[in-house]
């Protein structure tokens, strides 16, 4: 049974520039939510995306962006790259949206330079 | 804005001990809490779930919730060397339907 799986896993981008991280959920889980974590804090609710749309969000500004396909897979888009942008962004799912367990990907280590 | 809090630590405890963690949260409403652990570099690992008051064991591991007090408690017993890493409390945000997480607990055991 494969769990929660996340491309790639390491990315350096220039300021200024646009990334897409991807994120497969657990099999049998349909909600897959995302989180940003900056060193020595924890996870931050970026959105929540359930039925191909965005059921919820977190404090994150309009660059943040995402997407869900009908396989129940993810994408996290960032446009407009500032350097603190620079975190490791969580892929999590779960069975529905409501307050289920959710099972972390390995993450994404996004630098900023 | 709903807040979790713990301890940053570090908490040294010798192996074989018992490490004892804590986790406050704001939110009177909230009936799902979740404890995870994160080893250095890695991403957080689901170990345990809990949402009624009193306690619940599995193995090595216990949580323990008063929602009277906004508490929720982390024991591990025998603890050993390779429980060192930080523990992370999260919350579920009901209007939010997102989890709220601490900031979390450094653990470490000594050898």
């Known amino acids: 049974d494969a769990g929660v799986t996340q491309s790639p896993t390491h990315l350096i981008k220039t300021r200024g520039q646009q990334v897409t991280l991807r994120c497969s959920p657990k099999?049998?889980?349909?909600?897959v939510s995302w989180y940003q974590q900056a060193l020595g804090q924890g996870p931050q609710f970026i959105f929540q995306y359930y039925e191909e749309e965005e059921r919820q969000r977190g404090n994150f500004p309009d660059r943040f962006s995402g997407h869900q396909f009908p396989n129940y897979s993810s994408e996290l888009n960032v446009n407009a790259l500032l350097l603190g942008d620079s975190a490791l962004y969580l892929c999590a799912s779960s069975p529905g949206q409501g307050a289920y367990e959710q099972y972390f990907g390995p993450g994404t280590r996004l630098t900023v330079t | 804005q709903k807040e979790v809090e713990q301890n940053s630590g570090p908490l040294s405890v010798p192996e074989g001990a018992i490490a004892s963690l804590n986790c406050t949260y704001s939110d009177r409403v909230s009936q799902s809490f979740f404890w995870y652990r994160q080893y250095s570099g890695k991403s957080p690992e689901l170990i345990m779930s809990i949402y009624s008051n009193g306690d619940k064991e599995d193995g090595r591991f216990t949580a323990q919730l008063n929602k009277a007090s906004q508490y929720v408690s982390l024991l591990i017993r025998d603890s050993q060397p390779s429980d060192s890493a930080t523990y992370l409390c999260?919350?579920?945000?009901?209007?939010?339907?997102?989890?709220?997480f601490g900031s979390g607990t450094r653990l470490q055991v000594q050898p």
């Open positions: 999260a919350v579920w945000d009901t209007g939010r339907r997102a989890l709220t």
């Open positions: 099999s049998g889980h349909d909600t």
